[in-house]
């Protein structure tokens, strides 16, 4: 069982303002008694649509139910439910969702956002959540650009108890993750997960910078960095599309962490990261205290939607 693995009820309390919202609006749509006809299948499209799944998976869903219906697989409004969560578990192939890992010392999982995502959050408990399981970790603050941001990440590698490489603000990131490197190599530990700047995905200088980062990990420690982890803020909806194609430019992003689905009624945008990227949703975030992490699991994440 993976270290990161929470309960599905955990999970569909963490996800109580998605699920009431999605579940307020199909029940509009899906009065009792209510006949499968056009209009309501228009109106269904709609919903999902203002729910974040994605305009594409939303037609396919819609073309879906139609063939169903002409088949006589579904009679009525009460069947549609269950049919939207048998089809939407399958629109996700089994995969390897953990953490990937190197087979020596460190596994280094390069981490990026932009400012506001909740990527520090998200790194403190991906930290806190390794070194409760008894693994040696460093954190990397690269986020140099931003006081704060050293500052925070500070605060964080004290509360968990981990260890941090940085250096004084608006010194040059790429010479912290190269101090961290050699720190994690002469020290044995487990895990390096560095923090990068928080950098708009428009900007593209910022972006190269972010690049050169990945270039000087990948000189100093064979094969690294092992995981790049994108932190997209669950709140951002459609945008958050925008922003992983733009870091995936970049730095070749293996994983998708989902920052915030506690406190947004948009969890929808999880379906749409499937339908339009070829990038795994690793980790959803949950809440805010360091243990509030758990690894995506499509089947319970389906279930938790609609509960």
């Known amino acids: 069982m993976s270290i990161f693995s929470k309960t599905l009820d955990y999970v569909k309390d963490r996800l109580g303002k998605t699920r009431d919202k999605i579940s307020s609006s199909i029940s509009a ?40 219906y002409k088949a006589k697989k579904i009679v009525n409004s009460e069947d549609i439910v269950p049919f ?5 578990k399958g629109y996700w192939p089994h995969v390897n969702r953990q ?42 603050a690269c986020d140099t650009f931003r006081a704060a941001a050293v500052e925070q990440l500070s605060i964080w590698a004290e509360r968990i108890g981990v260890q941090i490489v940085k250096h004084k603000s608006g010194s040059d990131p790429a010479a912290v993750a190269y101090d961290a490197c050699e720190a994690a190599v002469a020290r044995g530990v487990d895990y390096l997960i560095l923090d990068t700047a928080g950098r708009l995905h428009t900007q593209k ?23 790049v982890l994108l932190v997209l803020d669950g709140t951002t909806g459609q945008n958050a599309i925008a922003q992983a194609k733009m870091f995936t430019e970049a730095i070749d992003v293996t994983g998708i962490f989902l920052a915030k689905l506690d406190g947004t009624a948009r969890g929808g945008i999880v379906v749409a990261i499937k339908d339009q990227l070829d990038i795994p949703v690793k980790f959803v975030g949950l809440g805010e205290k ?17 509960g």
């Open 84 to 88: 939207l969560k048998e089809h939407m």
């Open 290 to 306: 360091p243990d509030a992490i758990a690894e995506f699991d499509p089947d319970e994440f389906v279930e938790a939607l609609f």
């Open 99 to 140: 953490l990937k890992t190197s087979t020596s010392r460190p596994t280094v999982i390069l981490v990026a956002g932009v400012n506001g995502s909740g990527k520090t959050t998200s790194i403190a408990k991906l930290a806190y959540t390794l070194s409760r399981n008894n693994e040696n970790v460093i954190v990397a």
């Open 205 to 227: 200088d910022l972006m190269r910078e972010l690049t050169k980062i990945r270039d000087v990990v990948a000189k100093k420690i064979p094969e690294a960095p092992h995981e």
């Open 29 to 68: 749509v899906l009065t009792l008694g209510r006949k499968i006809d056009d209009e309501l299948l228009d109106e269904l499209e709609e919903t999902l649509i203002s729910d974040d799944i994605g305009v594409e998976t939303t037609d396919k869903l819609i073309s879906e139910l139609r063939d169903a």
